[in-house]
T-cell receptor, first 111, second 116 residues
Framework: DAKTTQPNSMESNEEEPVHLPCNHS???????IHWYRQLPSQGPEYVIH???SNVNNRMASLAIAEDRKSSTLILHRATLRDAAVYYC????????????FGQGTTLQVKP | NAGVMQNPRHLVRRRGQEARLRCSPM?????VYWYRQLPEEGLKFMVY????????ESGMPKERFSAEFPKEGPSILRIQQVVRGDSAAYFC??????????????FGAGSRLTVL
C-alpha cells in the first residue's frame, strides 16, 4: 500500500470547520482512501473512506482531488470531542486488513 | 451490538509471566486483527485471523507471541515470558468484508499491558 503524508498537528476553534489534508502522490488505481481517528486512551475509530468521488457521512466529508494524489477530511463543525489523532491510510482492494498507520495529524480544538 | 469487546482492559504482569488478551469480534464478523501500540509510537499490525486460521502473521514477533481464533469463543493473543518491552496497548479489530473490497475495521478499546 502506498505511503501518505500528513501535517503533524493542526489547531481549530470549536464550531468552526476543519480541513485535514493528506498527500498520497504514489496512490494506485485500486487504493481506497480511508480515514481513522484515535481519541485519547481509545482504540482507532473509522471515519470515512472513498475511492474517486467525494463522500459524505454523518461524521465528516471526504474531498478527493481529481488526480487522486491528495485528499482532505472535512469536519464541518469541530467540537471538543473531535480532538484526536487523525490517520489517512491507503488500502488496496485486496488488502488483508494490514493497515499502515503513520504519525497522523494531532488535532487540537480550542473552546 | 456491543461492538468489539476486549478484556482485560488493564493487565499487570511481572517479567517472565504469561499474558492472555481476549477479543470478541462484532456479531457477524469473522475477520479479526491484532495491533500493538507502544508508548509514544504508532499502531503496528501484528496478525490477521479468520476462524481457526492464521491468514497473515507478518507483524508478530518470532518468539513468545501467538494468536488464535477458535471455532467457538474469543480470539486470544498470548504472550509468554513477558519482558518490559512488551508493555503496550494491544488493540483488536474485526471486520465484515465489504462487497466493494474496501475493508472497514472496527476496533476495540484496547488492553493495556504493564510489565513490572
Amino acid at each position: 500500500d502506498a505511503k501518505t503524508t500528513q501535517p503533524n498537528s493542526m489547531e481549530s476553534n470549536e464550531e468552526e470547520p476543519v480541513h485535514l489534508p493528506c498527500n498520497h502522490s504514489t496512490i494506485s488505481g485500486t487504493d481506497y482512501i480511508h480515514w481513522y481517528r484515535q481519541l485519547p486512551s481509545q482504540g482507532p475509530e473509522y471515519v470515512i473512506h472513498g475511492l474517486t468521488s467525494n463522500v459524505n457521512n454523518r461524521m465528516a466529508s471526504l474531498a478527493i482531488a481529481e488526480d487522486r494524489k491528495s485528499s482532505t477530511l472535512i469536519l464541518h463543525r469541530a467540537t471538543l470531542r473531535d480532538a484526536a489523532v487523525y490517520y489517512c491510510i491507503l488500502i488496496s482492494s485486496g488488502n488483508t486488513g494490514k493497515l499502515i498507520f503513520g504519525q497522523g495529524t494531532t488535532l487540537q480544538v480550542k473552546p | 451490538n456491543a461492538g468489539v469487546m476486549q478484556n482485560p482492559r488493564h493487565l499487570v504482569r511481572r517479567r517472565g509471566q504469561e499474558a492472555r488478551l481476549r477479543c470478541s469480534p462484532m456479531k457477524g464478523h469473522s475477520h479479526v486483527y491484532w495491533y500493538r501500540q507502544l508508548p509514544e509510537e504508532g499502531l503496528k499490525f501484528m496478525v490477521y485471523l479468520q476462524k481457526e486460521n492464521i491468514i497473515d502473521e507478518s507483524g508478530m514477533p518470532k518468539e513468545r507471541f501467538s494468536a488464535e481464533f477458535p471455532k467457538e469463543g474469543p480470539s486470544i493473543l498470548r504472550i509468554q515470558q513477558v519482558v518490559r518491552g512488551d508493555s503496550a496497548a494491544y488493540f483488536c479489530a474485526s471486520s465484515l468484508r465489504d462487497s466493494a473490497g474496501a475493508n472497514v475495521l472496527t476496533f476495540g478499546a484496547g488492553s493495556r499491558l504493564t510489565v513490572l
